[in-house]
């Protein structure tokens, strides 16, 4: 049996100021993995002196986003009152439930000085009984997230369990996040104990089941099967997933939900500010919604 479910080949957003993002979920191939309804990848990008990334106050109902920096910083603000620098490797785990509003932007001084930034961003749907949960975020630094090392293979465990060792960050749904750095030649293997698995190519080209896979590109694994993953030159990949959520979600913008109306709801409510939208140190932009396609 073959070990591999889907290739997803994201597609190219440019967000504006030189920033583009490759979205590899949802997509046409694949609208979950796990509780995983969303991924993108930003960047590398290199700001100049003066300038940064900037996203504005937006909301988000029925998820827990999740922010994971290879390089650079950003400042989380919240309408929860919470201001948070990320730098790489730590967690930023805001879940929205009922409904938030936050922004990312680069911190001042790198803003001043110029930086490179880079990382992914991720949601996590979360199950019907904490939909409509309260608002919360938690920072997690680098001491919460185990490290497994050997033969050229370096894992991080961002969240859930992964090669014998468990992350502290708290979750609301069996799931899995890893950081994986390897050098040429090496290889893991990936067990089966999740129901839904995939990993992402950031950085380097990996051999799965005799075939070559390139950066910027989503493997999804077959259920049940163990998978072998060799580097092919050195490798940066993020592995993900978990057990499905209790039912399909249904994504329009910034919101997640298991019901159309709720999300019709939300898009009346920020479009009438109706939402608890005041982003303390961050009060005088937002993100309009958007139009609808015509």
Known sequence: MSPIETLVVPRTSDLGDGVKVRRALPSAQRRMVGPFVFLDEMGPVSFAPGLGMDVRPHPHIGLSTVTYLYEGAMMHRDSAGHVQKI???EINWMTAGRGIVHSERSPNIARRDGQRLAGLQMWVGLPNRHE???PGFVHYGLDAQP?????????QVAAGSLFGKTS???TL???FLG???MRAGSTFELAAEYEERAAYLSRGSVEVDGQVYAPGQLIVFAAGVPVTIRAVDDVRLAVLGGEPLDGPRFVWW???SSSKDRIEQAKADWERNRFDQTVPGDET??????APRG
Do not use: C, K, M, W
């Not at 490290?147 to 894992?155: F, S």
């Open 87 to 89: 730098r790489p490797g």
């Open 132 to 134: 409509e949960t309260n």
């Open 147 to 155: 490290i497994v090392e050997g033969e050229g293979v370096r894992a």
């Open 168 to 170: 502290s960050v708290q």
């Open 173 to 175: 749904s069996p799931l």
């Open 179 to 181: 950081d994986i750095q």
């Open 254 to 256: 910034n919101f997640v």
């Open 285 to 290: 932009e937002y993100i309009p919604l958007p």
